[in-house]
T-cell receptor, first 115, second 114 residues
Framework: DADVTQTPRNRITKTGKRIMLECSQT?????MYWYRQDPGLGLRLIYY???????NKGEISDGYSVSRQAQAKFSLSLESAIPNQTALYFC??????????????FGEGSRLTVL | KNQVEQSPQSLIILEGKNCTLQ??????????LRWYKQDTGRGPVSLTI???SENTKSNGRYTATLDADTKQSSLHITASQLSDSASYIC?????????????WGLGTSLAVNP
């Protein structure tokens, strides 16, 4: 079983619908992250959390919200999906600060298409 | 502006050949540089990390180099295998007090053909 599990792996939805992407991890890491990946734009940080009561905005948080339900679970919500949120979404965890040598461990990704 | 540029954008080589991927950065202050491998449809996986004082580090057939003076890194793949077909992403860490972030490159897409 994967250490970082994302569900669903693929989702097609319509504009205006609410979508939730879920992430669970068995690595025991406190730090969790949501990224989106778009062709030609690379990986961009949406939100991150350092523990259950900690939520921080990343560089592109508008239109998204997150919930850290437990140390092992971090979910990403799109309250009203729009087509430019079509992307590949990754959840990641780390034991230490990635900007200070910490390694990111990524899930398999959730491909979201908004029509 | 803090940027990470990778070249080439894509590369095709024959199985068994060597190749070198480049990463140039303008991130300052620099903390470390990491190379990730991303197979199609999968999440990135770390290959190696280079800190300021390191020049060369190997991980099996992968060898990374870092020249902090010229702000360049390379990833050399020796005796390529079909399983090396993937995107290779360079990410540089900016670390200065409370200003901490990762600057991601766009990746080099490598195809290893039989």
């Amino acid at each position: 079983d994967a250490d970082v599990t994302q569900t669903p792996r693929n989702r097609i939805t319509k504009t205006g619908k609410r979508i939730m992407l879920e992430c669970s991890q068995t690595k025991g890491h406190d730090r969790m992250y949501w990224y989106r990946q778009d062709p030609g734009l690379g990986l961009r940080l949406i939100y991150y959390s350092f523990d259950v009561k900690d939520i921080n905005k990343g560089e592109i948080s508008d239109g998204y919200s997150v919930s850290r339900q437990a140390q092992a679970k971090f979910s990403l919500s799109l309250e009203s999906a729009i087509p430019n949120q079509t992307a590949l979404y990754f959840c990641a965890t780390s034991e230490r600060d990635p900007s200070n040598t910490g390694e990111l461990f990524f899930g398999e990704g959730s491909r979201l298409t908004v029509l | 502006k803090n940027q990470v540029e990778q070249s080439p954008q894509s590369l095709i080589i024959l199985e068994g050949k060597n190749c070198t991927l480049q990463c140039n950065y303008t991130v300052s202050p620099f903390s470390n540089l990491r190379w990730y491998k991303q197979d199609t449809g999968r999440g990135p996986v770390s290959l190696t990390i280079m800190t300021f004082s390191e020049n060369t580090k190997s991980n099996g057939r992968y060898t990374a180099t870092l020249d902090a003076d010229t702000k360049q890194s390379s990833l050399h793949i020796t005796a390529s295998q079909l399983s090396d077909s993937a995107s290779y992403i360079c990410v540089v860490s900016l670390y200065a007090g409370n200003n901490r972030k990762l600057i991601w490159g766009l990746g080099t897409s490598l195809a290893v053909n039989p």
